[in-house]
């Protein structure tokens, strides 16, 4: 069985456990919604709003990324089935890929949700020609995120009471994620009079960050959760 | 004894397990010190002692987790010392958690491991019959299952993904009366169907009477018992 | 997994030092402490007051080499994870020698920013400026933290060596994309002065000198601190060890009162 297919079957499993569960489309996306609103609170200003809604979006997306990677190994540590997996002898890089792969989906999804929630709440409006920008800078940024997120979401995972740990890791972690894909977003939507085109450098740092962190992570991942 | 007669046990086959002077190490303690064992195809072997006396070990080094300091073994034809990981796929170790997707239902659950080494459908349901757990039951989630039906759950998923060999550490326990009855009753399906069972246990009557064959294990060795 | 969770094994379990220091260290620390008071002499006293900073130029003979100290000891980090990592032995000396470098340069890097934050009010007026290196460093200081807290959640001596071994070095992944991404993000920071490659050397020669005398005066503490932290270490280690061996004791004494 090759890696790749071991992958696919891991990452299946973890999307059709949040599809029977629902935790995302209950707890998981209202939670970053109402970020969204407290940010408004919090800045008060429409004019601000505007200027800074790619940032914000980007943020309510750490936010979640938090909730998600806790969530995807609180359901493999309930019942011992990451080290059911690992006793099995199961890649771990086949197990990293797989929940790698159900935790990007995931994050697209959100991040498309809270991109239209900055239409509605911010007003940011999304000009016809930064449509392809602001699609790719998505799926430049998200793998990146996903990499690092599950990473250290397998290291956290081994250690119950320790959850505090994983905020730590993973924040300053995914910090150029978050200022390359804000940028390029602000790009995209012409925020403060910003070029598309000012936009693709930031797509290309996101895409190294995805490659590097990709491949220190498959290779990490088995010494981190091996005992 | 009642279990059948095995075909197999007859001829002296290639045995499944075999320790000589295995010695394994729990950080620096010698949790096995110099164990001799042999578990041939079929059998149903109880290992009883006391706790700290090293039957956990002993399972472990048998799946290919804890290595061997010294001594030799070999699982299933692998060498221990140099192939452990060829040697995990094909035992199947359950202890105190039985790794289960509590949101995903019994058969999900069973085909993911299925899965893993390309079972077809026909042996995820004969994995779900064999082990007391198909038909309705079978599409119920596994959180609302009992400690029995969660057990043999997590048996029928070693049955999926094609473990020769099954290790278990207390598999009786938590389980009442009705479900202590209804596990040994798979447990001799699956060695019907070609598995080798090692068992740890503190319920000596009720292991014991499933059992084909007993041993003591103490102080990190394997004292065979007649 | 290797034989004995100790390198030293059981001789020095039974003979294990009174105290981390040495000769070597007793010379060292000395050496340390003079050049501290040179550093003070010149620091203070001897050089000038520069025409545009006036005296609060003289923060930067801490500034400078406290935080080119903390770099290099996240560099010895990595080094040193990556020898444990791929070494056949799988010495834990390597490891200590981690993670004591890795405290080490958490706290210079702790001076590096209180004492930068302080420079830059008297300077421009303002305790922090988004530039590359001031975020780069302050992302770092948070990194390395969880570096350290990563170092304590327990396991067996060499668990948490492989834990934190692989952890020095995806932090060492992690410098180059912040650092290029903050740079990206913005660059308002004056170049740095000292490595300038024109040859314009705006520092005049006694500020250079005192400079110098500030490098010289970290590395010696930071190798003094790194023998006697690595040490403790290893006895920290050996302390945790003998309880693991008591522990095994009891319970075995138990197992026995349990058997008939």
């Known amino acids: ?227 | 004894m009642d279990a059948a007669p095995d075909p197999e046990h007859e001829h002296p086959a290639r045995p499944v397990v075999e320790l000589t002077d295995a010695v394994a190490l729990l950080g620096p303690y010698p949790a096995l010190a110099g164990a001799t064992i042999r578990v041939d195809p079929g059998e149903i072997v109880l290992l009883r002692g006391p706790n700290g006396a090293g039957k956990t070990t002993l399972l472990r080094v048998c799946a290919g987790l804890v290595p061997l300091s010294r001594g030799e073994g070999r699982v299933l034809g692998h060498d221990l010392r140099t192939e452990r990981a060829a040697v995990r796929p094909r035992v199947g170790l359950l202890g105190h958690s039985n790794g289960l997707y509590g949101d995903l239902t019994v058969r999900e659950n069973v085909r993911f491991w299925g899965a893993l080494v390309g079972a077809t459908g026909d042996e995820i349901d004969a994995a779900l019959e064999r082990m007391a757990v198909g038909g309705r039951l079978a599409e119920v989630p596994a959180r609302k299952l009992s400690a029995g039906q969660r057990r043999r759950t997590a048996l029928a998923c070693l049955v999926a993904r094609r473990a020769q060999l099954w290790l278990l550490d207390e598999p009786h326990a938590g389980l009442d009366a009705a479900g202590r009855d209804q596990l040994d009753d798979t447990l001799r399906a699956a060695v019907a169907a070609g598995a080798t069972i090692v068992v740890a246990s503190h319920e000596l009557e009720r292991a014991g009477s499933l059992a084909t064959r007993t041993v003591d294990v103490v102080a990190g060795q394997v004292r065979s018992v007649a | 997994m290797t034989t004995t969770d100790l390198d030293a094994g059981t001789p020095a379990r039974t003979s294990a030092p009174r105290g981390t220091g040495t000769r070597a260290t007793r010379v060292l620390g000395i050496a340390t402490v003079v050049a501290m008071a040179w550093l003070v002499a010149f620091g203070l006293g001897f050089s000038p007051a520069d025409r545009d900073q006036e005296e609060s130029v003289r923060i930067l003979y801490v500034h400078v080499p406290t935080i080119w100290i903390a770099y290099l000891a996240f560099v010895v980090t990595a080094i040193s994870s990556g020898c444990y990592l791929f070494g056949r032995k799988k010495s834990l000396g390597f490891d200590r020698v981690a993670g004591a470098s890795a405290e080490i340069g958490v706290v210079f890097m702790a001076v590096t920013l209180i004492v930068g934050a302080l420079w830059g009010r008297l300077t421009w007026g303002v305790f922090w400026q988004w530039d590359a290196r001031l975020t780069t460093t302050a992302l770092l200081f948070v990194t390395y933290i969880g570096y350290l807290a990563v170092r304590r959640l327990g396991g067996s001596h060499h668990q948490r060596a492989k834990r934190s071994a692989v952890l020095g070095l995806l932090a060492v992944l992690e410098i180059p994309l912040v650092h290029w991404s903050v740079r990206l993000w913005r660059s308002l920071h004056q170049e740095a002065t000292v490595l300038r490659t024109d040859g314009d050397i705006s520092m005049d020669g006694l500020m250079l000198f005192s400079l110098f005398v500030g490098v010289i005066a970290f590395t010696l503490l930071y190798v003094w601190l790194l023998l006697h932290r690595s040490r403790t270490m290893f006895l920290e280690d050996l302390i945790e060890d003998r309880g693991l061996d008591q522990a095994l004791a009891a319970r075995r004494a138990e197992a026995e009162e349990v058997r008939p």
């Open chain 1, 1 to 227: 069985m090759s890696r790749w297919r071991v992958a696919l079957l891991v990452a299946r499993k973890d999307l059709a456990i949040e599809w029977r569960s629902r935790v995302v489309l209950d707890q998981v996306l209202p939670f970053a919604g109402v970020t969204m609103v407290l940010f408004a609170f919090a800045l008060d200003s429409d004019a601000v709003l505007e200027r800074v809604a790619p940032g914000l979006v980007w943020l309510a997306v750490l936010f979640s990324l938090l909730v998600l990677v806790q969530r995807a190994f609180a359901v493999e540590a309930a019942d011992g089935a990451l080290d059911a997996l690992r006793v099995a002898g199961v890649d771990p890089m086949s197990i990293y890929w797989g929940k790698g792969l159900s935790l990007a989906l995931q994050l697209l999804v959100l991040e498309a949700l809270l991109l239209a929630a900055a239409v509605v709440l911010y007003g940011a409006e999304v000009p016809a020609e930064g449509v392809v920008l602001l699609v790719t800078t998505s799926i430049t940024a998200t793998p990146g995120l996903a990499a690092v997120g599950t990473l250290y979401g397998g290291l956290a995972a081994g250690f119950t009471g320790r959850e505090t740990l994983l905020p730590l890791l993973v924040l300053p972690a995914v910090a150029p994620v978050l200022i390359g894909a804000t940028r390029a977003v602000e790009s995209a939507l012409g925020t403060a009079g910003a070029a598309t085109s000012d936009g693709w450098p930031w797509v290309g740092l996101l895409t190294v960050f995805a490659v590097a962190f990709g491949v220190g992570g498959s290779l990490a991942f088995g010494p981190l959760i091996d005992e």
